[in-house]
Structures are given as structure tokens and as C-alpha cells.
């Protein structure tokens, strides 16, 4: 984890970790519609993933596990959630991340992400409800999927700082944010 995702997680923005890179190879993903998979960019993964006991609810996703768009597909609703600040869903989401920064000391999710919903501007909350990812943006290696903060189109303008970038992993057949 980088040095700069230190100060998100010490306010409670466990969800939204900046510091990821772009994917391993450093290919993106071309665009696509949401009803179709992304070609999936293969390249060598660090590490196997490991299933989250901290789920609350079964994940809710109409494009397939296995594919890219699954996984903006996902993160948009995380997006969604953190925006009408429904704790229940972007912890559900967000559940492996959150277990990382439980283990490092911070608070569980259902204590630390009300305290995210507060750094963002009600005009942002707002722009949150409805933010899309440029799916052009977005790179996956051979068990990951990272969505760059740019990716994310809004009514208003996220910067790196304000949202960081995403990293996304399948565990027990759904996206889930690990980073």
C-alpha cells in the first residue's frame, strides 16, 4: 500500500485508496457497451485471491463474473452507493479492502465510511449517484481490474485525491474492491 493512501484511510476513506498504478502491463481495456465483455489483457498475477467472509448480501450483477465490464459494472454501483451514502452496499462492495484496513487498526466499514461520505461536497454525493467509468480507461491483467480515478465521469470533476484509483478482484464469483 503507498504512503499516499495513509491519510484517505486514517479519515475513513478505506474504500477509496489512492495510489494504484495503471495494470501491470499498462495496457487499457477499449471501450465497450456495458452489455458486452471487455477483451480481457492478460498479465502475470502477484498474488491469488482469497474469498471475504464479510459479505452481507449477495452480489447483484447482470454482466458476467468473469469480465471487465462486471467489474465497472460493480463499481459503478459502489460508486452509486457511496453517493447516496448507503453503507450497507459499498461495504458489501468494498468488504476485502475493508477487512485490509480493519487488520491495519482502522474502525470496520460500517464505522469508518460514514465518516468518507463527509469528505465529499453534496455536489459531488450528488454526481456520484449517477458517475459512469469510461470503460477506454480501464485496464485488467489475468485477475484484476483497475479503474483509474480519471475514469470516472460525473456531473462534477474527481480528481485522484478525491477518489483515488480502484482495484478490483473476483472472489466467490463477484467483483469485489481489494484496493
Known amino acids: ?3 499516499r493512501a495513509l491519510p484517505f484511510l486514517a479519515t475513513g476513506v478505506i474504500l477509496l485508496i489512492a495510489g494504484c498504478s495503471s495494470a501491470e502491463n499498462g495496457t487499457a481495456v477499449p471501450a465497450s457497451p456495458s ?12 498474488a491469488p485471491a482469497t474469498p471475504t467472509t464479510a459479505t452481507t448480501a449477495p452480489p447483484a450483477t ?8 462486471g467489474a465497472v459494472e460493480r463499481y459503478e454501483t459502489f460508486l452509486h ?7 450497507a452496499t459499498a461495504c458489501e462492495i468494498a468488504a476485502p479492502a475493508a477487512k485490509k484496513a480493519e487488520d491495519e487498526g482502522f474502525g470496520p466499514c460500517e464505522q469508518t465510511l460514514p465518516i468518507t461520505f463527509k469528505l465529499f461536497s453534496a455536489a459531488q454525493r450528488k454526481a456520484l449517484q449517477t458517475a459512469t467509468v469510461d470503460r477506454g ?15 470516472v465521469r460525473a456531473g462534477v470533476k ?9 482495484v478490483l478482484e473476483v472472489r466467490n464469483g463477484a467483483w469485489y474492491v481489494t484496493d
Open 35 to 46: 452489455s458486452a465483455p471487455l477483451p480481457v489483457t492478460t498479465a502475470p498475477s502477484s
Open 158 to 166: 474527481f480528481t485522484d485525491g478525491d477518489l483515488g484509483d480502484a
Open 137 to 151: 480507461s480501464v485496464t485488467q491483467s489475468s485477475k484484476k481490474v483497475e479503474i483509474p480515478a480519471k475514469a
Open 1 to 3: 500500500m503507498s504512503a
Open 62 to 69: 447482470t454482466t458476467s463474473a468473469k469480465s471487465a465490464a
Open 81 to 87: 452507493a457511496v453517493g447516496q451514502e448507503d453503507v
